[in-house]
């Protein structure tokens, strides 16, 4: 039962018009993807994509999504305590990062004279610390409808203009953003930075032998065996 003052989240982060949301925002997710998968099978045939090559790509994508899911669930993990299931599944389903949005609650928290999961976690302070995470999360989605219609006119004009640097840019934006992710991990500590190279050497040597050996399924599954790796080895570390 609801009461402000109480330490009793769980009386409302397990409410039903939660679970209804978090519901709500994976049928959306499914019926996306039922779309997207719906469109490009119609658009396949008109640039010359045969039928295997789209099943692979398909394939290609679920394994490439199964190492940074793995992620996904180790932050869901630790969220649960704090905000509850409904809550985090609500936050996992919808474009943000886990990181900004928990440290939007943690603001709001700090704001109240708490933090989260402190002694005075209050069903109040929950509720705000889970409205500000929200409303972040919330801003991605606002910027991404906004923006991406623009970035799209503007992206056709300069491939008009010149189609090799539209073919570039996209290239070059993916290795800057994963790149700086990278960066940023390397001063943290000297586990840090081991677990990201162990992840490079793996990926390489996954694309090596799928070029040396010819296997197409290496490639694909590349990914997932990296950050797989990367995990268990930053594990071992961190027990030794």
Request: net charge positive; hydrophobic share 60%.
């Amino acid at each position: 039962m609801a009461n402000p003052t109480s330490t009793d989240i769980w009386a409302v982060a397990n409410t039903p018009i939660l679970w209804i949301c978090a519901l709500g925002v994976f049928a959306v997710i499914f019926v996306q993807t039922f779309l997207y998968i719906k469109a490009a099978r119609r658009a396949a045939p008109h640039i010359g994509m045969p039928t295997r090559e789209l099943k692979e790509s398909f394939r290609a994508g679920a394994v490439a999504s199964i190492g940074p899911s793995l992620a996904v669930v180790l932050v869901a993990i630790a969220l649960l305590a704090l905000f509850g299931t409904p809550a985090v599944l609500v936050r996992i389903g919808l474009i943000g990062s886990a990181s900004t949005e928990t440290a939007s609650a943690s603001l709001a928290a700090i704001s109240m004279g708490t933090v989260l999961g402190g002694p005075e976690y209050t069903q109040q302070v929950f509720a705000v610390a889970f409205m500000a995470m929200s409303l972040s999360g919330g801003m991605w989605m606002l910027s991404t409808l906004v923006l991406t219609p623009v970035l799209k006119r503007g992206g056709k004009k300069l491939a008009k203009a010149n189609p090799a640097v539209m073919a570039l840019i996209p290239a070059a934006a993916l290795l800057g953003a994963f790149s700086m992710l990278a960066i940023a991990e390397l001063p943290k500590s000297n586990v840090h930075a081991v677990t990201l190279m162990i992840s490079a050497a793996t990926m390489c040597l996954c694309l090596f032998l799928a070029k040396l050996l010819n296997a197409r399924w290496l490639k694909e599954w590349a990914l997932g065996f990296a950050i797989m790796v990367a995990i268990a080895a930053a594990y071992l570390m961190h027990t030794a």
